[in-house]
């Protein structure tokens, strides 16, 4: 069980708004740490989103931004297309386990 | 053009050992961490630990210590993951990737295309 906790799943129609939380603690998120996401396409390798919070790396459309307040992150997409269907993840640091961690990951599923 | 290409299927039995490997390129293998990520069946991204191949520092998730052990070699430009006794819950996907970034937590991109183990008697 991770201590980073996603939604198990998200939906929305082509061209919505949809966001995506990573809730963790004081010990990870809460401490000020950085959060990155990912996305895995069906039977592939995950690939990097966002950086940094909030940051693109070269080639991710503006389409995907990222935010954090608090314990909490968010990814937010929108403009939803029929590719944006896949697997999401959030991964920070903890300071408890001393070690890097995943979120608990969310499909994305496109209406 | 930077990329990590790792090794092939493994079919493996309970008990026997194992060593998959990630191969680095296009840029200078020692000067970036790299690290393994395992994803069970349907399951999750778990971080497993991560190495720098300068000078083989090694950091362990709790939930890896002494489970697996990761080393590099430098020469090659090829970082590894062992198993001296494998169970069938070793049965995953593992992804190598480069990990990025100045302090913690560093981000992994790019990745390698993933290596499928499965142990089964």
Redo the contacts between chains.
Sequence with gaps: QSVLTQPPSVSGAPGQRVTISCTGSSSNIGAGYDVHWYRQLPVTAPKLLIYGDNNRPSGVPDRFSGSKSGTSASLAITGLQAEDEADYYCQSYDSSLSSSVFGTGTKVTVL | EVQLVQSGVEVKKPGESLKISCKGSGYRFTSYWIGW?RQMPGK????MGIIYPSDSDT????SFQGQVTISADKSISTAYLQWSSLKASDTAMY?CARL??S????????????TLVTVAS
């Design positions: 990520v999750g991204l778990e971080w950091r362990y998730s709790p992804y990025s970034g302090y913690l937590p560093r981000w992994f991109d790019p990745w390698g295309q993933g």
